[in-house]
C-alpha cells in the first residue's frame, strides 16, 4: 500500500469517555462509528479514535471515510480528489485496487481509505462487496475503524453496522436528545449490530473539568 501525503492537522480528544481500552483485544477489529443525526462530530471522533488506537496498540489503523458529508473527514484531510472507498464498492467497469487508494499519512499514525469520487446516486450498499473488503483490510490492518454517515440520514451504517465487530454511538451533548439516541441504538441492535459503546461530544463542563474527572 504506497503513497503519502502530508499535511497541518489538530486531532482532538474524545470530550467524554476513552473506548480504547474496551477495544484492544482480537474480537474487535473493525469497528464503525455513527451517529443519530448529522453534525454530531463522529470525524472528529474518529480521528481521535484512530489515533488513540494507532498510540496504543502495536498494530496499524486504517480509518475509513464512509461518510458522503461535503465537510467530511476526506475533506478536512485534503483527500477529497482521491480515489477510495466509493470507488470500490460501486465502480463496477474500472474499480481501483484497494491498495492503491489507501493513504499512507507521513504526519499521523494510521492510514486513511479517502471517501472516494464515484458519485453513487441511489446505488444501495451490497453488504456482500463491502464483508470482502473489511476482511481483506482486516488481514493487513490490526484495527479497521470506519467514519459512518448518520442512523437517520442513510440506511448505511445499519448495513454495516451488521458487518462490523462494534458499533460506537456518537453523541452530541446537550444537542441530541436522549430519546433519539436510544432510538437510533435500538435501530442499531434491532437490524444486528453489536453496540459498544458510546462517545459524548461536545460537552459543557458547568464546574471544572479535573473535578469531574474525580467525582
Known amino acids: ?99 492503491d487508494c489507501v493513504v499512507h499519512l507521513s504526519d499521523q499514525p494510521f492510514d486513511v481509505l479517502p471517501a472516494g469520487t464515484w458519485k453513487r446516486g441511489r446505488d444501495r450498499l451490497d453488504p456482500e462487496r463491502l464483508r470482502i473488503l473489511l476482511r481483506q483490510f482486516a488481514a493487513y490492518y490490526r484495527f479497521v475503524v470506519i467514519d459512518g454517515e448518520a442512523i437517520y440520514a442513510s440506511a448505511d451504517s445499519l448495513v454495516i453496522g451488521t458487518l462490523v465487530d462494534g458499533v ?24 444486528g449490530a453489536r453496540l459498544i459503546g458510546s462517545v459524548f461530544n461536545k460537552r459543557k463542563y458547568y464546574m471544572p473539568k479535573w473535578l469531574y474527572d474525580n467525582l
Open 1 to 99: 500500500m504506497d503513497g503519502s501525503t502530508s499535511r497541518s492537522l489538530s486531532i482532538a480528544n474524545p470530550s467524554e469517555t476513552n473506548l480504547t481500552a474496551t477495544v484492544l483485544d482480537l474480537d474487535q477489529r473493525t469497528l464503525l462509528l455513527t451517529a443519530a443525526n448529522t453534525g454530531t462530530g463522529t470525524s472528529t471522533s474518529a480521528l481521535a479514535f484512530a489515533s488513540q488506537l494507532a498510540l496504543m496498540s502495536a498494530g496499524a489503523v486504517l480509518l475509513i471515510d464512509g461518510s458522503s458529508s461535503s465537510n467530511g473527514l476526506s475533506q478536512q484531510l485534503g483527500l477529497n480528489k482521491l480515489r477510495g472507498y466509493t470507488d470500490l464498492l460501486f465502480d463496477e467497469d474500472t474499480p481501483p485496487l484497494a491498495q
Open 168 to 191: 460506537i454511538l456518537v453523541v452530541c451533548a446537550e444537542e441530541t436528545r436522549w430519546e433519539v439516541a436510544q432510538a437510533a441504538a435500538q435501530r442499531l441492535t434491532q437490524a
